[in-house]
Each structure stands twice: as C-alpha cells, then as structure tokens.
C-alpha cells in the first residue's frame, strides 16, 4: 500500500516532461498484466510457442503469467523493484535466446522473426532501465551499469523498427510485423513515416548516448501517440479481437 501511495505521489508532483516518465511505470507495467492475462485465458495456444525439448509447456506457460502479474504489482508500488526489474530483464532475455534466435537462425531473411526477436530485447531493455533506477547508485549519480544496457537494448531495436518503418510504411507502425494497417485509419502513412523518422533520430542518440534521456521521452511520445492513432481505433473496431488491438 506505501507503494501505491508514493507512486501516486510521484505523479501528482512532478511537472512538464517530468509527469511524463512518472507515468512511465504505469506504462511499462499495464501491457505486462494484458500479457499476463493471455497466458491463462490462451494456455494451449501459448504453450505451443514453447520448444518441444523443454517438459511441462503448460507449467511454464502459467509460470511466466504468475511472473509477468508479479512484476506488475511490483513496478507500480516499487516494492523489490530492482530484484523484479533484473529477474523480469532476464526472462525476457531468455525468451530471445531460446524462442528467438532458433526461429532467426532457421530463416535469417524472415524480417517478423527478427523484429520479434528485437521487440522482446526492448522488453528487456526497459526492465533493466527500471531496475538500475530502484539502486542508491543511481540516485547519488544519476547513472548504473544495468541502465547503459538497457538503453542498447533499446536502441538497437528501435533503429530496426525504424528502417522496416520507413521501406514498409503499410505495415502497423511501432512494432512492424506482417499486419498492414486498415485503410480507413486516417493518415496511415504518414503515421508510418513520422514513426519510422522520429524512431530512427531517438535510436540513433539513445546509442551514441546523445540527450538519451530526451530520446527516450519523445520515443515514449511517439509510441503513446500511435496507440491513440492507430491501436485504440483497431481494437474498437472489433474488441474481441485482443491478438491485433489490445495485445
């Protein structure tokens, strides 16, 4: 409860760009208890995702949801968030290595199996931004190790995303996989192209560790303005269809 509390506290005081990143918590762990949710709503279809050589698929598939709802409560309160934030990084580390890569490996030109592959490094990346911030290190010198590899993490897939964005633009901007985006969303290409810009500038100065700070805001932007324009209309569209909307 003295989490909530002070996470609450945090939003109310905090001012311009400031209010912005507090909200960044809430964010980052919302889209955690979703995924959790489809790991007991969808458990054969998810279980199948895992490889064959690893017994008890079900068992595992129920494990990650009871890890991802932990981890949830546990960024929004800050309650052991540097021990979540680490565990959580490296689950996600460990779905690229043994999801991932195998499928990357089977077809290196499979530019979805890839940009998966990215897209849970970024996962990643974001937990380990969370947990450098929950050590004393931080707070006395605003820098830790776990946030310079998280900030890679992101920005190596941010960059990605970027150049697929902009050689694809019909594909649903953020994350482009194979989904193009519904022609009656207005001014789908152009949401395309802002994406594919402004993601390839935030990605480029998150490497090179220019302003990375302020990279990381407007990237956190963009991607919150896409989901309004883009996300939230294809869910209403069809709420029952979580897989292409809410998901």
Not at 65 to 76: D, H, M, Y
Not at 94 to 103: G, R, S, T
Not at 217 to 231: D, K, N, R, T
Request: net charge positive; aromatic share 10%.
């Amino acid at each position: 409860m003295t989490g909530a509390i002070a996470a609450r506290k945090e939003v109310l005081l905090a001012r311009g760009a400031d209010k912005i990143v507090s909200l960044g918590r809430l964010f980052y762990a919302m889209p955690l208890a979703v995924f959790a949710a489809e790991h007991f709503t969808a458990t054969k279809e998810i279980a199948r995702i895992v490889p064959r050589w690893i017994p008890g698929a079900t068992f595992w598939t129920y494990f990650v949801g009871t890890a991802l709802i932990a981890a949830a409560l546990s960024i929004v309160t800050r309650k052991h968030g540097r021990w979540s934030g680490t565990l959580l990084a490296l689950m996600f580390c460990l779905f690229v290595v043994l999801l991932h890569i195998p499928n990357v490996l089977a077809d290196p030109k499979d530019r979805v199996a890839w940009a998966v592959a990215l897209r849970d490094l970024s996962f990643s990346g974001g937990a380990l931004a969370f947990a450098g911030m929950q050590t004393e290190e931080w707070r006395a010198k605003g820098k830790h190790a776990l946030i310079e590899v998280g900030r890679i993490f992101i920005a190596v897939p941010t960059l990605f995303f970027a150049v697929v964005q902009l050689l694809h633009p019909d594909l649903v901007p953020g994350v482009p996989l194979a989904r193009q985006t519904p022609t009656w969303i207005p001014g789908r290409i152009f949401w395309s192209y802002l994406a594919g810009v402004l993601f390839l500038v935030a990605g480029a100065r998150l490497l090179m560790r220019r302003q990375p700070r302020r990279a990381a805001i407007g990237l956190g932007i963009m991607v919150l303005a896409l989901i309004v324009a883009v996300y939230l209309p294809i869910w209403g569209a069809n709420l029952f269809d979580i897989q292409n909307g809410l998901n």
